[in-house]
C-alpha cells in the first residue's frame, strides 16, 4: 500500500500567515505596554492637572495680550483663534518631550530590565510609551477646548473634527515622546535628558507656526520650520479645531509627514532602547 503525500499549504500561503500573525503579535505587545503607562495614571492624576496650568495662562494673558497687537498678520482669523490651535500644540510639545524621564526612573527602579527580558518586540514597547503619552495629552485637548470656548474662540465642534483633533494630538504626542525616548537611549541620565530635552523644546516651538505664520519668518527660519514636525501638527490642529479654514497645506500631507515620522522614530528607538539596560 502506497502512502499519499500529505498536502502541504503554499509557501506563499505560509509566509502570509505568519506575518499576519507576527502584526496581530506585535500589537498585541504594544497595546499591553500602552497599558501599563496608562495605569500610571490613575497612581498620579494630579500631574494632569498640573500640566493644565500652562495652556490656561497662555491663552488667557499671552493671547489676550497680543490680541491687541495688530502688527501679525493672520488673515481673517482673530489672533486669539490663530494662536489657539498653536497653544494645544505646544501643550502636547511640552508634555510629551520628556517621557525620557519616566525611562530614566523605570531603568533605576529595575522596572525596565524586566520588560527587556520579555518576549516583546523592543518597538512595540516603545508604540506603547507613544501610546501612553497620547492619552496622557488627550487631557491638554480637553483643557484647551474648555478654555478656548469661555474665551469666545470659534471653535468647529463637528465630532469628526473634535475626532481629526484627538488623532493628531496622539500622533504628535508619540512622534515627540519618541524622540524623548531616543535622547534617553543616548543620555541615560535624568540630568541629560532634562538638558538635552529643554535644548530641544525652545527652538521646536519658536521655529514653528505655533504662534506667528510662517510668512513672516526670514528666509532661513522658513526652511527650519518647513522641517520641523511641529509645523505640521499646528498646521493640522489650525485647520481641524477652527471654523475658518486656515491651514497652509493640505490636512492629508499634514498626517502623512506625522505618521511617517513618528513610524520611523519608533523603528529607530526599537533599535536603541536596549542600549538602556547596558
Known amino acids: 500500500m502506497t502512502l499519499q503525500p500529505r498536502d502541504v499549504p503554499h ?19 504594544a497595546l499591553v505596554a500602552a497599558e501599563l503607562e496608562i495605569r500610571k495614571l490613575r497612581h498620579d492624576p494630579i500631574q494632569l492637572f498640573t500640566r493644565a ?26 489672533y486669539i483663534d490663530f494662536m489657539t490651535p498653536g497653544i494645544l500644540a505646544q501643550s502636547v510639545l ?58 469666545r474662540v470659534n471653535l468647529d465642534w463637528n465630532p469628526l473634527a473634535v475626532l481629526g483633533v484627538a488623532i493628531a ?14 535622547v534617553a ?11 538635552v530635552g529643554q535644548l530641544m523644546m525652545m527652538p521646536l516651538f519658536f521655529a514653528s507656526n505655533a504662534i506667528y505664520p510662517i510668512s513672516i519668518m526670514p528666509p532661513w527660519l522658513q526652511v527650519l520650520s518647513r522641517l520641523n514636525p511641529l509645523t505640521y501638527l499646528v498646521d493640522a490642529l489650525r485647520d481641524l479645531m477652527l471654523m475658518e479654514q486656515a491651514g497652509s497645506y493640505s490636512l492629508l500631507l499634514n498626517f502623512v509627514v506625522l505618521a511617517s515620522v513618528t513610524a520611523v522614530l519608533i523603528a529607530f528607538c526599537g533599535r536603541l532602547y536596549p542600549r538602556l539596560v547596558r
Open 11 to 29: 509557501n506563499d500561503w505560509v509566509k502570509t500567515n505568519r506575518v499576519g500573525f507576527t502584526v496581530r503579535e506585535f500589537i498585541e505587545k
Open 53 to 78: 496650568v500652562q495652556p490656561v495662562l497662555w491663552l488667557t494673558i499671552f493671547g489676550q495680550v497680543f490680541t491687541q497687537v495688530r502688527g501679525i498678520p493672520t488673515g481673517n482669523l482673530s
Open 94 to 151: 511640552f508634555m510629551s518631550i520628556f517621557t525620557g524621564l519616566l525611562v530614566i526612573w523605570e531603568k533605576d527602579l529595575g522596572i525596565l530590565h524586566k520588560l527587556m527580558v520579555s518576549p516583546a518586540p523592543r518597538a512595540a514597547l516603545v508604540l506603547g510609551k507613544a501610546i501612553g503619552a497620547g492619552v496622557r495629552c488627550l487631557s491638554q485637548l480637553v483643557v484647551v477646548y474648555a478654555v478656548a470656548a469661555l474665551l
Open 169 to 182: 494630538v496622539m500622533l504628535g504626542a508619540a512622534l515627540f515622546s519618541t524622540l524623548s525616548l531616543i
Open 185 to 195: 537611549c543616548w543620555a541615560k541620565t535624568h540630568e541629560r535628558v532634562m538638558g
